[in-house]
């Protein structure tokens, strides 16, 4: 089993729904990540938190909103989604001693998001 | 600005045989970090090895070997006796020190044909 935990596996929604999408980390890990997979695209970083704070946003359409209510779980809001932006919704989590960024990220097994 | 180039989209090879998985990497720190992710089709990625900036030393685990050359800003991965069960996407990323962003390559879908 994962250490990192996603859910739902699959998601399907119409343009005017709003979802959220859960990951949970096992790992006793401080900082966790989404990222979002299209087809034949690299993975791109969405956002970064790191002991709850957001300290990355990728740019990121704010039809799409995450939360981190603590370092073990992290949600990410949708609402008025495009049909671009279906897509393998992954969540990760790393250990991040201050002042070190070498340690690898640990995932989960993603959402597939579909909007219609 | 940090890139990572995997140039090989697919690859298909028959059980047994070895691949070489290629990845080129830029970036301006002299400092970072180096992984290889495998994504079998359950879709999370599987961590398979990291490699800092200042140890160009080569790795072999089992089947899997990795070739670190700073000079040509390569990180390539091998898989000898390739087995059905490595057929996955392979995703080769960069680190910089001071950031926890990943940067991936576009992967590179392998294939083992039994």
């Known amino acids: 089993e994962t250490g990192v935990t996603q859910t739902p596996r699959h998601l399907v929604m119409g343009m005017t729904n709003k979802k959220s999408l859960k990951c949970e980390q096992h790992?006793?890990?401080?900082?966790m990540y989404w990222y979002k997979q299209s087809a034949k695209k690299p993975l791109e970083l969405m956002f970064v938190y790191n002991f709850k704070e957001q300290t990355e946003n990728n740019s990121v359409p704010s039809r799409f909103s995450p939360e981190c209510p603590n370092s073990s779980h992290l949600f990410l809001h949708l609402h008025t989604l495009q049909p671009e932006d279906s897509a393998l919704y992954l969540c990760a989590s790393s250990h991040e001693p201050p002042g070190q960024s070498n340690t690898e990220a640990f995932f989960g097994q993603g959402t597939r998001l579909t909007v219609v | 600005a940090q890139k990572v180039t995997q140039a090989q989209t697919e690859i298909s090879v028959v059980e047994k045989e070895d691949v070489t998985l290629d990845c080129v990497y830029e970036?301006?720190?002299?400092?970072?970090?180096l992984f290889w992710y495998k994504q079998p089709p359950s879709g999370e990625l599987v961590f398979l090895i990291r490699?800092?900036?200042?140890?160009?030393q080569n790795e072999i685990s089992g089947r899997y070997s990795w070739n670190f050359q700073k000079s040509t800003s390569s990180f390539n991965f091998t898989i000898t006796a390739s087995q059905v069960v490595d057929s996955a996407v392979y995703f080769c990323?960069?680190?910089?020190?001071?950031?926890?962003?990943?940067?991936f390559g576009q992967g590179t879908t392998l294939q083992v044909k039994p």
């Open positions: 790992l006793g890990h401080n900082a």
């Open positions: 490699r800092n900036s200042f140890d160009e």
């Open positions: 990323a960069l680190r910089a020190s001071n950031t926890g962003k990943l940067i």
């Open positions: 970036t301006r720190d002299t400092t970072y970090y």
